[in-house]
């Protein structure tokens, strides 16, 4: 199969059949960083620019490491070094970076939409690194790549999220590729965490995790932001954790084999006990590790050799 | 200048119809006859209006014209063109300009500059609270004395309660409509569109319904308390309609604006971080589409009114959330609203009270086609197939979510006080003089 988006800007746009290719892709992947030198040829001789106008630490790194072990050249912006703070728009700096003909930009924005925005004008392949409270393509298909190893498909699976719905562009981009892939997904947290008609993504809706965790073969935990409880979503982390804390008792509602994840970076005691974390259910790890592959394969689809075969 | 309108179809509803010659002479309709009746006027301009109608000088309750201030975005003058070019004969205008419209001072400068300009005329909106900025309020009488038909904070609402309890009571002394920009800032939370399936999808903060519907219902509370006359703007929600169809049931004195883009679009026809589909309040759902369409139809809503919002493209061409709200609406209110009639929603006689004779009342002048009265008038082509291209219009902005519509129907001439000030020739070339 030929994939041939220029773009990867949510997983919408994406088929089922472009997830598989890419979750295979990635699975490839996995192992050039199981070698003592982590390094291939692949794409020697391509730009790819970050450009992070939010701050993130795991998944720039993720993206520099694929880069980097595909022999890509690579440069970083950031929101303090980047002309934006001296009242340049997006769409300015995308231009000026276009001018420098880069293969690929890598970029993470605090908007929603920004990377279509972006996507639009520019003649490089954009991956978007996450943006507002919209999408996060990578994270979706590392996560994705880490249920299909743990339990050897998608397709029938009982998937849990639960956590700040409303405020996830994880839980968004989740939701739609799990399902299209054929998994269950229910999504719980209290209503104030739930966006208004999230069931169109394609899944169902609890407000008691007790529920929402019964029979799952993943639970996926989100990160809750203290600087929430001023947008009165809840009242303290303390009823948060009570009411919506994986613990060992509610673990043990999940099918014995349940896997556990979580995105990162984790509030221990809070959406996860460290107990339950650090369990052998707990796949954390793995999806970090399964990051850089799925960055990997991403990169040499969108500017390896498979998007332009018939004009090498 | 003397005009002489042949054979026109005049739809001037409670007022007179049928096929007539319309004279009109020094500002003023001279002579309506039957057709023919009457001598040809040498010197006249003579207009066969066969297949035209002809209807009251259409009136926009509800314009930004930017001016002064903001003239990158808009002029008295740029707006006033888009308007007879739409079939204006006279707008509103908002009072959020810089420096705000809270004073007679900057009124006169406004209603001096619609006279220089001269293609349509503008009854300025004065500012409930001086600056607009909710808290004391404004010099009304001075602006009324200026020449302000109504008074608003539009653009902002005014949150504080019993500042808007003392503007209805004040303004009631000076028989003026206050216009509400109906709107809790809490519960709109910094969204940017309607809260929905569609948002959630998109990632985009929701503005609920009930943002807007819980000021309505407020403001019909002290409407009934003040017996004031209370004004809703731009009104997009199906619980809004219903507050207003039973406050209208229980005699209060209320009325109503929508705006077309509120009953021919919905948030689902918005493509993926269009801000050309960004306004204030948003694009509701199909059920809100509905209602809108409902309430006009029962006479519900009033009137439609554009709430023309030009922003230059370096405002829109940005993040969505980052985006200016409001589009622009003078030069496609009418063909857009005249599909109403097409698909059998209004009659057309019912189109021309909601766009010209409501919006008089409102506005307190009296634009019948009579003998004796001031000239404005405009002349429709209803069949006048064309698409709409942004790039054709005088506003100085082109914020609009119509671009590329295929319509029938558009003013083809508009006079203002007598004088021709748009008109559209056999060779569909525009001539506009002020």
């Given amino acids: ?157 009982n998937i849990s999220i639960i956590g700040d719905i409303s405020h996830s562009r994880v839980a968004r981009s989740d939701i739609t590729g799990l399902t299209r892939m054929g998994a269950s997904v229910s999504v719980c947290a209290p209503e104030t965490m739930i966006p208004k008609g999230i069931e169109r993504l394609g899944c169902t809706v609890h407000t008691k995790m007790e529920d929402c965790v019964q029979g799952a073969d993943v639970i996926m935990m989100l990160r809750i932001q203290k600087e929430r409880m001023g947008n009165l979503l809840f009242p303290s982390e303390r009823e948060y954790a009570g009411l919506y804390g994986l613990n060992q008792n509610r673990l043990a509602l999940a099918k014995k084999d349940v896997v556990v994840m979580h995105p990162g970076p984790l509030n221990r005691g809070v959406e996860i006990s460290s107990d339950v974390a650090d369990s052998d259910h707990s796949m954390i790890l793995d999806q970090v590790t399964n990051g850089v592959a799925v960055r990997m394969a991403l990169f040499y689809l969108v500017a390896g050799a498979s998007r332009h075969a018939d004009t090498d | 200048m003397q005009i002489l309108i042949k054979k026109a179809n005049v739809l001037d509803p409670g007022n007179l119809e049928g096929v007539k010659d319309i004279l009109i002479k020094d500002g003023k309709f001279e002579q309506i006859l039957d057709p023919d009746s009457g001598r040809d006027l040498p010197g006249a301009k003579v207009v066969d209006a066969k297949g035209l109608v002809a209807v009251p000088g259409l009136i926009d309750v509800h314009v930004h014209l930017r001016e002064p201030g903001q003239e990158y975005k808009e002029t008295i003058e740029s707006g006033l063109k888009a308007a007879a070019r739409g079939g204006f004969t006279a707008v509103c205008a908002m009072p959020n300009t810089t420096p705000v419209n809270d004073n007679g001072t900057v009124t006169t400068f406004i209603i001096t500059q619609a006279k220089k300009a001269g293609f349509a005329k503008v009854y300025p909106a004065g500012a409930v609270s001086a600056g607009s900025k909710g808290e004391n309020l404004a010099e009304i009488h001075d602006m009324k004395q200026a020449g302000i038909k109504a008074v608003t904070d539009d653009g902002m609402p005014v949150s504080n309660a019993q500042l808007m309890r003392r503007a209805l009571e004040y303004c009631k002394g000076l028989d003026l409509p206050v216009f ?255």
């Fill in chain 2, 180 to 434: 509400v920009h109906a709107e809790d800032k809490c519960l709109a939370d910094g969204g940017s569109m309607n809260e929905g399936p569609r948002a959630t999808e998109l990632g985009i903060k929701g503005i609920p319904n009930a943002s807007e519907s819980v000021m309505v219902f407020r403001d019909i509370a002290l409407a009934e308390l003040t017996g004031a006359r209370v004004h809703f703007c731009h009104m997009s929600t199906a619980e809004s309609i219903e507050a207003i169809r039973q406050a209208k049931a229980n005699g209060i004195p209320v009325t109503c604006e929508t705006a077309p883009h509120y009953f021919s679009l919905t948030d689902e026809d918005m493509p993926p971080y269009d801000t050309h589909f960004k306004m204030n309040p948003p694009l509701r759902s199909e059920k809100d589409r509905l209602a809108i369409i409902e309430g006009l139809k029962d006479g519900t809503i009033d009137m439609i009114a554009t709430d023309h919002a030009p922003h230059n493209a370096d405002e829109k061409d940005v993040e969505f959330d980052r985006a200016a709200f409001g589009i622009i609406g003078l030069e496609t209110a009418l063909p857009v609203s005249l599909k109403l009639v097409r698909d059998g929603h209004l009659t057309l006689a019912q189109l021309v009270e909601k766009m010209a004779k409501a919006p008089a009342r409102l506005m307190g002048i009296n634009n019948d086609i009579r003998v004796g009265n001031t000239a404005d008038l405009t002349l429709i082509d209803p069949d006048l197939a064309h698409t709409i291209d942004p790039d054709t219009f005088y506003s100085k902005s082109r914020n609009c979510p119509f671009a590329g519509w295929q319509v029938s129907g558009a003013a083809v001439m508009t006079v203002v006080d007598g004088r021709l000030v748009f008109s559209q020739n056999d060779t569909n070339q525009d001539e506009i003089k002020g």
């Fill in chain 1, 1 to 157: 199969m030929r994939f041939d988006k220029k773009d990867i800007l949510d997983i919408r746009s994406l088929s089922a059949e472009e997830i598989a290719l890419i979750l295979d892709t990635a699975q490839g992947m996995k192992e050039i960083s199981q070698r003592p030198v982590k390094k291939v040829p692949t794409l020697r001789g391509k730009t790819i620019v970050f450009f992070f106008q939010e701050p993130s630490t795991r998944t720039k790194l993720s993206f520099e490491l694929a880069a980097k072990r595909l022999s890509a050249d690579t440069v970083s912006i950031s929101k303090s070094t980047s002309s934006i703070v001296k009242g340049e728009t997006l769409i300015d700096t995308a231009k000026n970076l276009e001018a420098m003909t880069p293969d690929v930009i890598v970029m993470r924005h605090a908007s929603s939409g920004g990377a279509f925005q972006v996507a639009r004008r520019v003649g490089a392949s954009v991956i978007n690194a996450g943006d507002g409270t919209h999408a996060h393509p990578s994270q979706a298909l590392l996560d994705m790549l880490s249920i299909r190893e743990a339990k050897g498909r998608l397709a029938g699976l």
